[in-house]
């Protein structure tokens, strides 16, 4: 299995950690973005979702908790934060937050 990098981003769009955590995705293999909080905004641009270079993957109750519609190409779990962590830990890749 290749490692992932794997980013985990809650600030919202717009904001400098965002576009530096989006232009760090695009230096990479396999990315794996986790949207939680304010995160979750980055949704609302379609062009985040299309141009990903990797999975996304979104915070349910945030989601919920801002009103926040999530695509089919976006993947939301019964556990978010679970899922998190068992990626962190099974990879072995690198991990960023924003």
Same mark, same amino acid.
């Given at each position: /299995? *290749?490692?992932?990098?794997?980013?985990?981003?809650?600030?919202?769009?717009?904001? +400098?950690?965002?576009?530096?955590?989006?232009?760090? /995705? +695009?230096h990479?293999?396999?990315?794996?973005?986790?949207?939680? $909080?304010? $995160?979750? @905004?980055?949704?609302?641009d !379609? *062009?985040?979702?299309? !141009?990903?270079?990797? #999975?996304?993957?979104?915070? #349910? +109750?945030?989601?919920?908790?801002? $009103?926040?519609?999530?695509?089919?190409?976006?993947?939301?779990?019964?556990?978010? @934060?679970?899922?998190?962590? !068992? !990626? /962190?830990?099974?990879? $072995?890749?690198?991990? @960023?937050?924003?």
């Amino acid at each position: /299995m *290749a490692f992932r990098d794997i980013f985990l981003l809650t600030r919202p769009p717009g904001c +400098e950690r965002t576009e530096l955590c989006l232009r760090l /995705m +695009e230096h990479c293999d396999h990315p794996v973005l986790y949207l939680a $909080g304010d $995160g979750v @905004y980055n949704l609302l641009d !379609e *062009a985040l979702i299309i !141009e990903s270079p990797g #999975k996304v993957i979104a915070c #349910k +109750e945030d989601l919920e908790a801002r $009103g926040v519609q999530a695509g089919e190409e976006v993947m939301v779990p019964e556990d978010f @934060y679970q899922l998190l962590v !068992e !990626e /962190m830990f099974a990879d $072995g890749g690198r991990i @960023y937050a924003f």
